[in-house]
């Protein structure tokens, strides 16, 4: 174990984004998005159209990897030009930019069950074993319905970013948020965004290839919330009071650190080394994985992140509820025992 204190500060400063590190990072996103499309189109009578359809969905993953960390204004040192690429690459991960103002607070609330915004601690766990209990046992039936697994990932986040994001901009005038926004401007890029997610399926339907990209839009969805859901759902799990909460544990404590096999790291953008973006969501995602790494190689500093394999996230997909009294992550089938 090495104990040297590390500057966070001068880290920081050494990988916080740059123009050049930035246009490397598009430049081959591009590409890749052209090829992408290009190769869906060109097999799209084909059974190769297997592969480019997963192609293209993991390059769906990326994409939102970019706009996520354009609205952190991480992704270039510009504030502008921040907003252009993530008002576009907003279109191609269908998703407007007044998405990132939810996803601040999200930051400033992970693992703070009594916060000033009345925010979900764990924005992928929507009930308590409590709150559960409560329920008859019809609504009981229909929770587990939509929650559980099998179902949820077969149909929910496909319909939130195709329909539920084409309003979504609403959420910030009914709800607490982190930062304070113009509504018209926000309104304005939510129009933009349905805008332009409407010519892209008109284009895509006129190149025969619309029902080729749904199964796209279907990996990308599910792959980026399985992803955030692994990111703060695991035991034990961090939540506390609004006195001991603070940032940096929301990221060392509350986030995790899932280890994504080699091939597919290009397409996770660095989002999987959660545990440094809730501790600094500036650092750009293209830097995260250097940043850990000089960290591991001078301190102990992450010695104690939970680690989470890909067999580890399968299993967590099935813990849905908050048991309270015991402080952790539970299973419906956990929860009915307990009833019983």
């Known amino acids: 174990m090495n104990n040297t204190i590390i500057n966070e500060s001068k880290l920081f400063n050494k990988y916080k984004s740059s123009y050049k590190s930035a246009f490397c990072d598009l430049s081959i996103y591009i590409l890749n998005l052209y090829c992408a499309y290009y190769l869906l189109w060109l097999f799209r009578n084909s059974y190769l159209s297997i592969l480019t359809i997963l192609f293209l969905g993991l390059l769906t993953l990326k994409s939102f990897i970019i706009f996520h960390d354009c ?86 986040p496909l319909i939130n970013f195709i329909i539920l994001e084409r309003f979504s901009v609403s959420k910030l005038f009914s709800r607490k948020i982190n930062k304070d926004f113009n509504k018209i401007y926000w309104l304005l890029e939510q129009i933009i965004n349905n805008f332009g997610v409407f010519v892209l399926i008109y284009n895509l339907y006129k190149y025969e290839i619309l029902i080729h990209w749904l199964c796209t839009v279907w990996i990308g969805s599910n792959l980026g919330v399985i992803l955030f859901h692994n990111q703060h759902t695991f035991n034990p799990p961090y939540i506390v009071n609004n006195k001991t909460w603070n940032i940096k544990d929301s990221g060392l ?78 299973t419906f089938k956990e929860a009915d025992e307990e009833i019983k």
């Open 71 to 156: 609205g952190h204004q991480s992704y270039t040192p510009n504030r502008i030009l921040n907003y252009i690429i993530g008002i576009i690459t907003g279109i191609i991960s269908y998703t407007p930019l007044s998405w990132n103002f939810r996803h601040d607070t999200h930051h400033v609330t992970n693992g703070n069950y009594n916060n000033k915004y009345n925010w979900g601690f764990n924005e992928h766990i929507y009930l308590t074993l409590k709150q559960y209990k409560g329920f008859s046992s019809i609504k009981r039936i229909i929770i587990k319905a939509f929650i559980t697994p099998e179902f949820f990932y077969l149909f929910i």
């Open 253 to 330: 404590k509350g986030s995790s650190y899932i280890q994504v096999p080699y091939l597919l790291k290009y397409f996770t953008g660095g989002i999987e080394y959660h545990h440094i973006h809730h501790m600094n969501s500036k650092i750009p995602g293209y830097n995260l994985q250097a940043y850990h790494e000089e960290v591991v190689s001078n301190s102990s500093m992450f010695d104690n992140v939970v680690k989470l394999s890909m067999a580890d996230c399968y299993k967590n997909l099935w813990l849905v509820l908050y048991d309270e009294d015991k402080n952790k992550y539970i």
